[in-house]
T-cell receptor, first 114, second 109 residues
């Protein structure tokens, strides 16, 4: 089991640039979550999908953020245009639906917007 | 008021000490999660429990649903246990996790 795979691990870019974060969930998992972690706010849920359909995007901070899940094995989180306050670690996680199941986290993408 | 409160925020102890981290929540839940985040940043799910107690090696998690309180215990603590421990609860009926602010644990040799 390869685990949840995120790319890139680190991203440094200038303000105003488009940023795309990628996630491959564990095969067979039907839930996928995007989280953001900052020192000030801790871990926050941005959006989650069930069977590739967005269920709750109430945590997405503003229209500059968008997420897609075109198929069961791939999701993207896009920020356009990026701002320095978007600097954070972004985690993707996946889980099974059956009953209460633990979420499996990727290693995260550390994003720095200059 | 946060839906999930952890205490203490920071804890430093000597190797071998018994460690307790507490988590209180204000919403009805189906299960509570304990997560561990190492200095490298990766997050690992330690426990998910809805009643009673679970044990894995030197780690023990307990939950009291009536009191809306959970504890994470570490017996015979070791420097490699140094990490941030995070408690999280799903909003009732949903997969959406709400996280505590984390407890930063440092075990000195």
């Amino acid at each position: 089991d390869a685990g949840v795979i995120q790319s890139p691990r680190h991203e440094v870019t200038e303000m105003g640039q488009e940023v795309t974060l990628r996630c491959k969930p564990i095969s067979g998992h039907d839930y996928l979550f995007w989280y953001r972690q900052t020192m000030m706010r801790g871990l926050e849920l941005l959006i989650y999908f069930n069977n590739n359909v967005p269920i709750d995007d109430s945590g997405m901070p503003e229209d500059r953020f968008s997420a897609k899940m075109p198929n069961a094995s791939f999701s993207t989180l896009k920020i356009q245009p990026s701002e320095p306050r978007d600097s954070a670690v972004y985690f993707c996680a996946s889980s099974y639906k059956r009953g209460n199941q633990p979420q499996h986290f990727g290693d995260g993408t550390r994003l720095s917007i200059l | 008021k946060n839906e999930v409160e952890q205490s203490p925020q920071n804890l430093t102890a000597q190797e071998g000490e018994f460690i307790t981290i507490n988590c209180s929540y204000s919403v009805g839940i189906s299960a509570l999660h304990w997560l561990q985040q190492h200095p490298g940043g990766g997050i690992v799910s330690l426990f998910m429990l809805s009643s009673g107690k679970k044990k894995h090696g030197r780690l023990i998690a307990t939950i009291n649903i009536q009191e809306k309180h959970s504890s994470l215990h570490i017996t015979a603590s070791h420097p490699r246990d140094s990490a941030v421990y995070i408690c999280a609860v799903p909003l009732q009926g949903a997969q959406k996790l709400v996280f505590g602010q984390g407890t930063r644990l440092t075990i000195n040799p």
